[in-house]
């Protein structure tokens, strides 16, 4: 330290001298030694007994705070000590007691490392001090200052050990054990006599006190024990018990275990283990729930718990008893634990453990059922039933090596409070055991039904039991079906229908239906009971909405009504084809009166429209062989008859004498009378009736009645495949009268839209039309069955539907009605064909007006009394379909041949009315498309209609028509004035190919100008084209000569020149509209004299054309000389070069013919020549049949040679 300054007060330096003040700096000669404080006979006076107590106490405190900063002079500390040691008597005040103490902890601290042997003075002070339990708090802190907080002992060895003994009695507190944690630490050896002592009264303080601190600081010393020390074996019962207390202390649960697994990793553990053991054994301990708590998850946690001790070699099978013993009085803390030990040792090691130990773990968990029916723990009920949830995922993972048994009967003793997969895993078990090698099996299943079906709320259990009993039918049933059915099923499944659960009814029934599909004994009566009465229960939504509507995930609630009448369809379906055949006619007369329900009922829920749908296709899918015997097509399809199910009504003696043997084959269907079949009495038992009346009468309640649009739509389209079996119908009483009349009602009622529901978008009655029809088509073939009031009926329904979208189908119809019904139809037809020409003339409309009228052609007794207007009308409503541009080419050919057909079987007196009315109806549609300056809108103004009819119809004569049709022609035509009506005819026939012709190049070349493309016109157009202009100028030529008479194009030869012209040779040449044809005499002689026998090498005259095409050339150009002359002129008038089509695409290309073109005009000669006779096609001609034979005959007329002439 520096030297005081100089300037020093003398007040300051008396202080100095008397030690009162601050010390004086050391000198320069003193620095290399610590500065002493020199305890002044002024302090040492003051601490005298003579000085009052407040002055004692004063300078004690005062000497106090000297002795922590300063270094007294030697015996200084003597000094006061002797001072003031009178001051500790028990006759002091506490005040001069505590200052005291005080005094001697500063000493201590401050002085401590120059006491020596005084510390062993202080220390029998502290030991010897009275009364023994006061001031321990001071005294404690004296002892605490003297030893370091236990650290350091020195001069204190030998009596330390007593001191802790005799302190421990009287101030056993947290911070005492704070001070005797280090002793142990540090001075564990002077302690050893005295440790057993030391740890039971620790261990007494842990299972005594309350605090947390005191516990806490306990274990700690205990832990120095077992660390620094040696835990004495005597005291290890008591150490054990004090931890397994402990334990059971949340927050020092961690601490206890840490303790614990110290102690067990010492030579102690397996010793501690037994003591645990025999704790949880004695009856003493019994009632003491958190004792056997603790040793439970001690023993537990040491053996196999998370952080184990190898160490310790006790087995499982070795404590496992003492937890059962720990269980005899029912504790819910030591069953809790136990359940969670036990629980973690089948997790870690359940695939480890032997046979042994799984007894005794069954006898723990038995005992844990029995408890939590007393104890009655929410807790302690979910970890038992965990634990069992553990082993039977072991015994699932084929880890369990236990008495399956005897676990299993565990589960079924708590089977209610067991999960569902539980009690399936149980279920599964016991259904090992159901089987015909084990005694009383089918009691055991009874018994299985019982408990978990009929007793039973959960839907997946009961399902589960179905499935094992569904099982058991099906593997047993050849050899058990009776008793199982007798025994199990009926007593179980009878009351089905009034069962609660939509899923359990469900799958019952569908067991039923799969068991009564297969059942041939009196035991499918009592089955079919059952699904009848399920089948029976009502459809009627319970709600404002379904379920398939609000959710649609979930199920219906009348699904297993569903369920039930599909299986009985699939039932009807077996039973057709087995034996007896009276199951068969039961299902069918269930299905029928559940069909009649559901209209009496007016059920409209999704559930019940489903069912329709299915029951009406199945009736509507029943066919029927001429033999009577029904059959429906299975899944794939494949139609057979049954054997032993026929369609007749119910007459066995009077339909067994008709019937055939059953094997034979099927002929088409009809309606003949069957054979003769076996014996009656046979045949009543073998066979059964189910005639279609009922079926068909609930079909006509549903045409009536349906509001479901699908179901009525499913009925009309498949109506007409079944009306194709007329067997089927006519074989019981269906009234077909009732069915045309309903279908009728539904083409013309306007508010049968209203009625449907649950249909598509754009609906209208126009949909229902359309569905009906081609019923009513189906029923025409049953017109005899049909009053005649229904078949007018009939037709004028039909008429009816010509104004709606449905009017191809109505045509459709009529035509089936012209064939079917003639005598209905000869008296409509005249106005029927009038409303007929009200169509337009549409793509779609196309094929079955043009086919109608193209039938009923064919049909002379229906029209014979047509008159001038039901002709025009046939042509107005054929010709607009001679419009290639519209039509294809299948349709105009058609339109054309109609046309032709219709002319031809015309009156003579009507024809030459006609010409013109055809004529122009051909330019307007024909060949106004090949003409560019046409306007598609005004098509229907220019084409032929009803108000363009001939003139005769309008009271004008036939000669004012005829100059009528001249005047009207085309400037060609009208220089032929003066000439017949014949040549008159052909003249215009002539120029409207003219015409044609030249709006052909003309709009040919404005193609190619006005086209960058220089194949703007193909080859494939220019062919089309030359198709319908052929067929228009075949069509005009037909009318040119058929107009004033019949007769045959190839007239028959008399037997002379057939006798002549036999074996000669026979060459034909195409000269304008005609075919030329020259034969030869075919005689021998004269062809051998002119060397002509070269046709015999070439297989005869008639074939030489054929067989050698350059012959036929160059025979063709050795013509006569008038045809040559005409084939020149043709060839130099033509603008256009192109051979005639026989049959609309074949040409006779032969020399000169192929320069002629029937759209070119013949000759002025040949205008004015007369009327040619018909020129005739030789028999040996095999070309392609003239066009115009094809366009009156059709594509299928026969050879010339075999048609007969026509009288002319």
């Known amino acids: 330290m520096n030297k005081q300054p100089s300037k020093e007060s003398l007040k300051d330096k008396v202080k100095g001298i008397f030690g009162l003040g601050t010390a004086r700096p050391p000198s320069k000669q003193s620095d290399a030694r610590p500065s002493e404080f020199i305890i002044t006979t002024v302090i040492i006076k003051e601490l005298q007994p003579d000085c009052g107590l407040s002055t004692r106490v004063r300078m004690m405190n005062h000497v106090c705070e000297l002795a922590k900063t300063k270094k007294f002079e030697d015996n200084a500390v003597e000094a006061v000590w002797k001072a003031v040691e009178d001051m500790l008597t028990p006759e002091q005040p506490l005040e001069a007691r505590h200052a005291v103490l005080q005094l001697l902890r500063a000493i201590i601290q401050g002085q401590g490392e120059r006491l020596g042997p005084l510390r062993a003075f202080f220390f029998n002070v502290i030991r010897d001090y009275q009364p023994s339990n006061e001031d321990l708090s001071d005294r404690l802190e004296v002892f605490k200052a003297l030893t370091e907080n236990g650290k350091d002992i020195t001069y204190l060895e030998e009596d330390i050990a007593r001191f802790v003994l005799l302190w421990m009695d009287i101030g056993l507190t947290s911070d005492f054990l704070h001070v005797l944690v280090n002793l142990v630490k540090f001075n564990s050896c002077y302690l050893d006599q005295n440790v057993s002592v030391m740890v039971q009264k620790i261990c007494l303080l842990c299972n005594r006190t309350t605090s947390s601190t005191d516990i806490e600081v306990a274990l700690q010393v205990l832990d120095a024990v077992v660390c620094y020390n040696c835990l004495p074996s005597d005291s290890l019962t008591v150490f054990i018990i004090t931890l397994c207390r402990t334990v059971n202390v949340k927050e020092f649960c961690e601490s206890c275990w840490k303790l614990m697994r110290k102690v067990l990793g010492t030579h102690l553990g397996h010793s501690a283990i037994y003591t645990m053991c025999r704790i949880m054994e004695e009856r003493v301990y019994m009632e003491d729930a958190p004792l056997l708590r603790g040793a439970v998850f001690f023993v537990g946690m040491a053996l196999w718990g998370a952080h184990r001790l190898p160490a310790l070699k006790n087995t499982p099978t070795l404590v ?109 078990y016991r259904a090992q055991s159901i089987q015909p090698a084990k005694d009383g099996w089918i009691q055991s299943l009874h018994r299985l039904m019982e408990k978990f079906f009929r007793n039973e709320t959960r839907s997946v259990i009961r399902i589960k039991v179905l499935h094992i009993l569904s099982f058991v039918l099906s593997t047993n049933r050849q050899l058990y079906e009776d008793e199982l059915i007798e025994m199990v099923v009926i007593p ?89 055949a009276s199951h068969a006619s039961r299902v069918y007369e269930l299905l029928i009166s559940h069909l009649q329900l559901h209209y009496k009922n007016k059920y409209c829920s999704a559930i019940a429209c489903s069912i329709r749908l299915q029951v009406f296709d199945f009736f509507l899918m029943m066919r029927v062989d001429s033999l009577h015997r029904l059959g429906v097509p299975n899944k794939d399809g494949v139609l057979r008859f049954s054997p032993y199910c026929y369609c007749d009504t119910g007459e066995p003696e009077k339909r067994v004498s008709e019937k055939k043997p059953a094997g034979s084959t099927s002929p088409p269907a009809g309606s003949p009378a069957p054979p003769t079949a076996p014996s009656a009495s046979t045949a009543s038992i073998r066979s059964a009736y189910l005639p279609y009346a009922p079926a068909f009468n609930v079909l006509l309640q549903g045409l009536k009645m349906e509001t479901d649009w699908k179901v009525l739509k499913l009925i009309l389209d498949k109506l007409p495949w079944t009306l194709q079996y007329k067997v089927l119908l006519l074989t019981s009483p269906c009234s077909l009268d009732q069915l045309c009349s309903t279908l009728c009602c539904m083409v013309t009622d306007r508010l049968i839209s209203e009625r449907l529901k649950k249909t598509p978008d754009g609906f209208s009655r126009t949909d229902v039309q359309l569905a009906v029809v081609p019923v009513l088509t189906a029923i025409t073939s049953y017109h005899n069955y049909l009053e005649q009031a229904r078949q007018r009926e009939l037709v004028q329904c039909l008429e009816t539907g010509l104004i709606y979208r449905c009017a191809k189908q109505c045509v459709v119809a009529l035509t089936m009605c012209t064939v079917e019904m003639p005598d209905i139809m000869i008296k409509l037809l005249p106005a029927l064909i009038v409303k007929l020409t009200h169509i337009s003339a549409t793509v779609a409309m196309a094929s079955p007006m043009l086919e109608f009228l193209s039938t009923l052609v064919r049909l002379p007794h229906l029209y014979a009394n047509f008159v001038a207007e039901q002709y025009v009308s046939v042509f107005a409503i054929s010709l607009p379909y001679t419009n290639p541009s519209k039509f294809n080419q299948y349709i105009v050919s058609l339109a054309h041949h109609v046309i032709a057909m219709w002319f031809i079987r015309c009156r003579l007196p009507f024809r030459k009315d006609f010409v013109q009315y055809i004529t122009k109806g051909l330019r307007s549609n024909a060949l106004l ?29 036939v000669a004012k028509a005829a100059a009528a049709v001249a005047n009207s022609s085309s400037s060609p035509v009208k220089e032929l004035r003066d000439l017949s009506a014949m040549d008159a005819f052909r003249s215009r026939s002539i120029s409207v190919s003219e015409h044609a012709v030249r709006r052909m190049h003309t709009s040919t070349t404005t193609c190619s100008l006005g086209s960058a493309d220089e194949n703007a016109v193909t080859p494939a157009d220019e062919g089309l084209k030359t198709v319908h202009l052929e067929l228009t100028e075949t069509c005009l030529d037909m009318m040119a000569r058929y107009v004033f008479s019949n007769f045959s194009a190839l007239p028959k030869r008399s037997p002379i020149a057939e006798f002549l012209l036999t074996g000669g040779r026979s060459m034909t040449w195409l000269v304008g509209n005609k075919l030329v044809t020259i034969t030869t005499s075919g005689g021998v002689r004269a062809q051998a004299l002119l060397g002509l026998d070269m046709a015999d090498r070439l297989g005869g005259g008639g074939e030489m054309t054929r067989s050698d095409p350059s012959l036929h050339t160059r025979i063709t150009k050795e013509a006569p000389a008038k045809l040559e002359s005409q084939s020149s002129q043709q060839h130099n008038r033509a603008t256009r070069i192109r051979v005639r089509s026989m049959s609309g695409g074949h040409a006779l290309r032969a020399g000169p013919a192929q320069s002629l073109s029937p759209l070119v005009s013949p000759s002025e000669g040949e205008l004015a020549a007369p009327l040619s006779p018909p020129l005739c096609l030789h028999p040996a001609w095999s070309g392609p049949p003239p066009l115009l034979l094809l366009l009156l005959c059709g594509p299928l007329c026969p050879p010339a040679s075999q048609r007969q002439p026509q009288p002319g």
């Open 492 to 580: 179980q499944l009878s009351g089905i229908a009034e069962d609660r659960d939509l899923a359990v009814r469900k799958q019952a029934t569908q067991l039923l239906v799969d068991l009564a599909e297969g059942c041939n004994t009196h035991h499918f009566s009592s089955l079919l009971d059952i699904i009848e009465k399920v089948a029976s229960r009502s459809l009627v939504s319970s709600g404002p909405l379904e379920v398939t509507e609000r959710d649609p995930t979930g199920e219906c609630p009348m699904e297993d009504v569903r369920t039930a009448i599909l299986g009985l369809l699939e039932i009807l379906q077996s039973k057709l084809y087995s034996l007896p």
């Open 929 to 957: 498309p090949f003409d560019d300056g046409h306007e598609q809108s005004a098509f229907r103004a220019r084409s032929t209609s009803l108000n363009e009819r001939p003139k005769s119809m309008r009271a004008a004569k």
């Open 320 to 428: 496992l008893p003492s937890f059962y013993k720990a269980m005899s009085s029912a504790n819910e803390v030591v069953s809790y634990e136990i359940v969670l030990s036990i629980t973690r040792l089948i997790k870690k090691y359940g695939k480890e453990l032997q046979v042994v130990t799984w007894d005794i773990l069954l006898g723990i968990i038995e005992r844990l059922l029995q408890q939590i029916q007393t104890i009655g723990s929410a807790e302690l009920k979910a970890i038992v039933y965990e634990l069992l949830t553990t082993v039977e995922e072991l015994y699932e993972q084929n880890g369990y090596h236990g008495s399956t048994e005897k676990f299993f009967s565990l589960v079924e003793k708590c089977a209610d409070k067991r999960p569902d997969a539980s009690v399936l895993t149980l279920i599964s």
